[in-house]
């Protein structure tokens, strides 16, 4: 009798404990999706009388402390050299302020204009007005942060109409969790709310276009 009443009392804490135990919410357990599939980078063909080069932020106080960034100056350079020698409408520049300075490899020419702000160049700048007054229809986009500066810049030109390429090899972010950050501008500037071009057509008007400093060509 005294092990069936110790037996039931065991079996009745095991219960009790179970039921004030904190439930696990099923989201904490869950194992995430995946991670979405990036389109290839595409060939383009631009006009170079209606199209801009941005390089952004390419500069000691963002790009020479970010290794990935470093490693990317030598494809903005090609890509420019490309552009100059096309005639290409223009190249624009921007830094984050302060006494920063565009690295050497891809300085500024005599007449390049530069903008200063945060993330999002068209910010509090004159960045639109000095692209519509070159009359661009087409920006190519190279810079860092790809999260940062890149993604809503790029945004901001496809929300005053403009077509954008960004191309992947001129792009960069930090080391570590940072890395991330790249895959995320990749898929957002394919995806974005009401400018998507998730299947990466090349050229698709007023959208984004993911290309790479081979690829893009001038006419």
Known sequence: MVQLRLAVFALASTIVLAA???ATPAAATAAPSGVPTIPEPVAVQLDAA???VLVLDITNVICTPRPACVQSV???AALLKKARDAKVALVAYSDTGGTSQVLPEVAPQTGDPKV???ADKFFNTDLDKILKDKGIKTVVV???AAHGAV???TFGANERGMTAVVAVDGISVGTGAEAFGMTVAEWQV???PGFANATNKAL???HVTLSRSDLVTFK
Do not use: F, M, V, W
């Open 116 to 118: 200063s702000g945060r």
């Open 142 to 144: 190279t810079g860092s």
């Open 20 to 22: 004030c135990a904190p």
């Open 190 to 192: 394919l995806n974005e």
């Open 74 to 76: 030598p494809k903005i």
């Open 50 to 52: 209606t199209t801009a």
């Open 151 to 153: 993604l809503y810049t």
């Open 204 to 206: 698709d008007p007023g």
